[in-house]
């Protein structure tokens, strides 16, 4: 079974400008979560999508924003980009949660190999 | 949202077992205890996940006491390739929550 596929794995921009980034999810995966690690800052959370809607967010400005598609594929925005979301952009999909316990329950997330993001 | 605290840093031989410990003070009862890897430039690979006692699979065990406000990840005989970033999590299991990585522990292995 093929893996968590984040594209592109390195990105230029300057700022001011916007991005897109792309993660396609191990399949059968439902849940598609990003997070952003920095040197300084470590992994942390941007924010989680379910069946095409976003169900949680973490601390980032309004200009970082989701979408996911019907696939269950994912895409991540960055508008007016600035030095400081030089990072790399992981993407993670995980299977379903149930209410019931068992291993759909338990949240393992399966991380891609991230997005390389520079900006100049 | 259970913050987890780990040792910055750790340096072991080749061969060496290795114990790395993280604390979870506040951990919840739906809350499961996992384990992740990372390499430079890579993203964190699932390891290992416990709820209470002890979990062994084929990299790695997991010791969690009775009380779960902290768990030890053991590599057994660990070689030169186990270098890596540790991350300690601690998540639902019923639901998706925001997981915090924190700053993980960075394992060095020397030969």
């Known amino acids: 079974k093929a893996g968590v596929t984040q594209t592109p794995r390195y990105l230029i921009k300057t700022r001011g400008q916007q991005v897109t980034l792309s993660c396609s999810p191990i399949?059968?995966?439902?849940?598609v979560s990003w997070y952003q690690q920095t040197p300084g800052q470590g992994l942390q959370f941007l924010f989680e999508?379910?069946?095409?809607?976003?169900?949680n967010k973490g601390n980032f400005p309004g200009r970082f924003s989701g979408r996911q598609f019907s696939n269950s594929r994912s895409e991540m925005n960055v508008s007016t980009l600035e030095l400081g979301d030089s990072a790399l952009y992981l993407c993670?999909?995980?299977?379903?949660?149930?209410?019931?316990?068992?291993?759909?329950?338990?949240?393992?997330?399966?991380f891609g190999a991230g997005t390389r993001l520079s900006v100049l | 949202l259970a913050k987890t605290t780990q040792p910055i840093s750790m340096d072991s031989y080749e061969g060496q077992e290795v114990n790395i410990t993280c604390s979870h003070n506040?951990?919840?009862?739906?809350?499961?205890i996992t384990w992740y890897q990372q390499f430079p430039s890579q993203g964190p690979r699932f390891i290992i996940q416990?709820?209470?006692t002890k979990v062994t699979n084929e990299v790695a065990s997991l010791f969690i006491p009775a009380d779960r406000k902290s768990s030890t990840l053991s590599l057994p005989r660990v070689s030169l390739s186990d270098t890596a970033v540790y991350y300690c999590?601690?998540?639902?299991?019923?639901?998706?929550?925001?997981?915090?990585f924190g700053s993980g522990t960075k394992l060095n292995v020397k030969p």
């Open positions: 416990g709820y209470k």
């Open positions: 993670a999909s995980s299977l379903p949660t149930s209410g019931t316990g068992g291993e759909l329950a338990k949240n393992i997330q399966y």
């Open positions: 506040n951990i919840a009862t739906n809350d499961y």
């Open positions: 999590l601690v998540g639902d299991m019923y639901s998706f929550n925001k997981f915090y």
């Open positions: 399949s059968g995966h439902r849940s």
């Open positions: 999508y379910f069946s095409e809607t976003q169900r």
